[in-house]
T-cell receptor, first 110, second 111 residues
Framework: KNEVEQSPQNLTAQEGEFITINCSYS?????LHWLQQHPGGGIVSLFM???GKKKHGRLIATINIQEKHSSLHITASHPRDSAVYIC????????????FGKGTKLTVNP | DVKVTQSSRYLVKRTGEKVFLECVQD?????MFWYRQDPGLGLRLIYF???????EKGDIPEGYSVSREKKERFSLILESASTNQTSMYLC??????????FGPGTRLTVL
């Protein structure tokens, strides 16, 4: 079974800083997801990627399949980016099940 | 926009009660999921359904059952609620191979 590790667990930044959150997994995957959870519970899918890089606004996600590693970057961070960011992977083999990391809690101070 | 709704945001039940959590999605997704989320443990899959009347156990199915009689609706049932089932319950849906869309969550407290 895949194991997903995220780092750091907690991250505090000043507004405007460049943020990087890392995710490593142990077994080959068909896709990796980055999710965002704000206080109050709602989870939103940010990216789904299986290779390369994707960008949406100030968010960039990259994945290195050979190294089994992905990063989520936030440029020009803002207090509204404060949330828990969760990495999840879908194993090869056609299953729709996801294996989740424990999340990274980001706090951006003004 | 895909919308996934859950029947309650907050629920308080007593030990031994039968509890129903309902999830409805409006985008004709084949797949539906029930997760629970606990501090320090992250999201864990309870049950998964890939079609009407079809279900598959997740990582922690003990103490739970599910029902999917219609494509848009997936119910989680706690046959006899216990205090260790106090948690945040999240429903999600997806098309095959695509991203999952999550509901707002139900925070269940069992006294």
């Amino acid at each position: 079974k895949n194991e997903v590790e995220q780092s750091p667990q907690n991250l505090t930044a000043q507004e405007g800083e460049f943020i990087t959150i890392n995710c490593s997994y142990s077994v080959g995957i068909s896709a990796l997801h980055w999710l965002q959870q704000h206080p109050g519970g709602g989870i939103v899918s940010l990216f789904m990627l299986s290779s390369g890089k994707k960008k949406h606004g100030r968010l960039i996600a990259t994945i290195n399949i050979q190294e089994k590693h992905s990063s989520l970057h936030i440029t020009a961070s803002h207090p509204r980016d404060s949330a828990v960011y969760i990495c999840a992977v879908r194993d090869k083999g056609g299953s729709e099940k996801l294996v989740f990391g424990k999340g990274t809690k980001l706090t951006v101070n003004p | 926009d895909v919308k996934v709704t859950q029947s309650s945001r907050y629920l308080v039940k007593r030990t031994g009660e039968k509890v129903f959590l309902e999830c409805v999605q409006d985008m004709d997704h084949e797949n539906m999921f029930w997760y629970r989320q606990d501090p320090g443990l992250g999201l864990r899959l309870i049950y998964f359904s890939y079609d009407v009347k079809m279900k598959e156990k997740g990582d922690i199915p003990e103490g739970y059952s599910v029902s999917r009689e219609k494509k848009e609706r997936f119910s989680l049932i706690l046959e006899s609620a216990s205090t260790n089932q106090t948690s945040m319950y999240l429903c999600a849906s997806s098309l095959w191979g695509q991203e999952q869309f999550f509901g707002p969550g139900t925070r269940l407290t069992v006294l």
